[in-house]
């Protein structure tokens, strides 16, 4: 078993890995449950992992099923599903079980933030975005009809059980999508890093489970370490785990956050183009930009605009970057890259000459 550990004081927890977890997760959280049944909030997709896991506990637990997709992060299902859990008789002192993606994560993170000022909850994550980044953290969201993410709290998980065999039964897209998020880990900071996906990206997707336990744990390992340093968001350095995501949103943004193109999808095209645009600037040797574009087409990840499928303007796009919640005080703070591994925020990037490197970009 790995263990990282996120130090945050008294708030820290343990996030556990290990092939084949959930049927032993009863073991992991019996010191939780205190005598009181447990709460499992899943989505539709998952049932099969849910009666592995209730068949683990040991003791009473209830399942709330919710429908898959994005649509499930509203204002109403976030009611139904905080008054569900007062229907229960969830106390402070319990933990519901969050089994799922990152919908499923965020819906439940945010719903325990608020319910009775604040209950327990643990991260069970089922896809490969959730397991590498979203259960990690404490970001907690649903959508409203500003945009992604606008409503929601900071609220760290008590344990985060993540069970690499799960991924076994996630759509081939799905894991493309979240090996994105992987190789962000890899540009930010950690070169070597993205010398072992070169070398071993086609054995993760292809189901090698010590690739992927060992992509998972440093992936895990280099959020526990930027979220301890800034758990907020307010130094600066959590904000690099956003590389690629103000050109990705845009994407997203054009595509109307669709299947069309997925999160993953569009940071992957939106981590090329961050490089590709440091390249531009003369920030960053021409042939890196080329061999993180030539690494994400690799495995089948779009990197730029016309594999992302995008005509749209680069004033157009820009556009959709202004409507990103990360615009501080009219200026557009922008991930840009000296190297592979050398990520810095820049908060004098000029949008004109933005709208008109994407404008030169083939469609
Ligand atoms: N809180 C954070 O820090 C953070 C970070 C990144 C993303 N997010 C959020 O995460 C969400 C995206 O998460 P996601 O990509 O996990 O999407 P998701 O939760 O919608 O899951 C994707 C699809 O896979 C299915 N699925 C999940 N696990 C499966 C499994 N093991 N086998 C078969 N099917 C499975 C789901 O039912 C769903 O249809 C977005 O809402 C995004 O805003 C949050
Ligand atoms: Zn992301």
């Not at 280099?222 to 590389?243: F, M, P, Q, S, Y």
């Not at 796009?317 to 200026?331: N, P, Y």
């Not at 908060?347 to 008109?356: I, M, N, P, R, Y």
Request: with cysteine; net charge negative; charged share 20%.
């Amino acid at each position: 078993m790995t263990i990282v550990p996120v130090a945050l004081g008294a708030r820290s927890y343990d996030v556990r890995i290990e092939a084949g977890l959930l049927a032993r997760a009863g073991e992991h959280l019996a010191p939780l449950a205190k005598g009181r049944r447990f709460v499992i909030v899943t989505d539709e997709n998952l049932l099969p992992h849910l009666a592995t896991l209730q068949a683990s506990l040991g003791v009473d637990s209830e399942a709330i099923v919710l429908p898959a997709g994005e649509g499930t992060k509203s204002w109403a299902q976030l009611e139904s599903l905080t008054d569900r859990l007062l229907d229960l008789g969830v106390e402070r002192s319990d933990h519901v079980i969050a089994l799922g993606g990152g919908v499923i994560g965020d819906l439940v993170g945010f719903a325990t933030s608020i319910l009775k000022r604040g209950c327990h909850f643990v991260q069970v994550p089922t896809t490969l975005l959730a397991q590498v980044d979203s259960s990690v953290g404490g970001k907690t969201a649903i959508n409203s009809r500003a945009g992604k993410n606008l409503v929601g709290a900071f609220h760290q998980p008590a344990l985060v059980l993540i069970d690499p065999q799960v991924l076994d039964t996630l759509p081939p897209r799905e894991l493309r999508a979240g090996y994105a998020e992987v190789v962000k880990y890899a540009l930010i900071d950690d070169f070597a890093f993205f010398e072992w996906c070169e070398a071993n990206a086609a054995a993760l997707l292809a189901d090698d489970p010590e690739a992927r336990t060992h992509a998972i744990a440093h992936s895990v390992a280099a959020k526990a370490r930027i979220v301890a340093e800034d758990e907020r968001e307010t130094t600066g350095k959590r904000a690099l785990l956003n590389l690629g995501h103000t050109f990705g949103h845009a994407l997203e943004a054009e595509t109307g956050f669709s299947s069309k193109l997925l999160h993953g999808e569009g940071v992957a095209a939106g981590m090329a183009l961050a490089f590709a645009y440091s390249a531009r600037r003369g920030l960053c040797p021409g042939q890196d930009a080329e061999r993180v574009a030539k690494h994400l087409r690799a495995i089948g990840l779009p990197d730029g605009l016309q594999a992302a499928g995008v005509t749209a303007s680069g004033a157009r796009l820009v556009e959709h970057m202004l409507h990103d919640k990360k615009m501080a005080a009219g200026t557009l703070p922008f991930l840009l890259a000296r190297g592979i591994g050398q990520t810095f925020l820049d908060k004098t990037v000029d949008l004109t000459d933005v709208a008109e490197f994407l404008d030169a970009q083939p469609r």
